[in-house]
């Protein structure tokens, strides 16, 4: 069965390209968002990256979603 570690950041990278290509055809789109703010400390970042860019995520996207939990403060940068 999958942990957390694993099934996260699949669904954050889904979650973003989701957006992503709803908003190629549409003037805007309307998120439910809840703030779980432990569940990203559990984030494996390099794991993100990769399925965000599989999906053909913009990198200027995934830049700022990796700045943004880098600089959250409980994330060792030499994860990476």
């Not at 055809?25 to 390099?46: E, G, H, M, W």
């Not at 399925?51 to 995520?57: A, G, K, N, Y």
């Not at 880098?70 to 994330?75: H, L």
Request: glycine share 2%; proline share 4%; hydrophobic share 50%.
């Amino acid at each position: 069965m999958p942990t957390n570690l694993q099934v996260l950041p699949r669904a954050l990278a889904v979650l973003t390209y989701r957006i992503h290509t709803l908003l190629e055809s549409n003037q805007y789109v309307r998120c439910v968002l809840i703030d779980f703010s432990k569940a990203f400390d559990t984030v494996d970042l390099v794991i993100l990256a990769r399925e965000l860019f599989c999906l053909e995520t913009p990198v200027f996207i995934i830049q700022w979603i990796m700045s943004f939990l880098m600089q959250r403060g409980t994330f060792d940068h030499n994860s990476l």
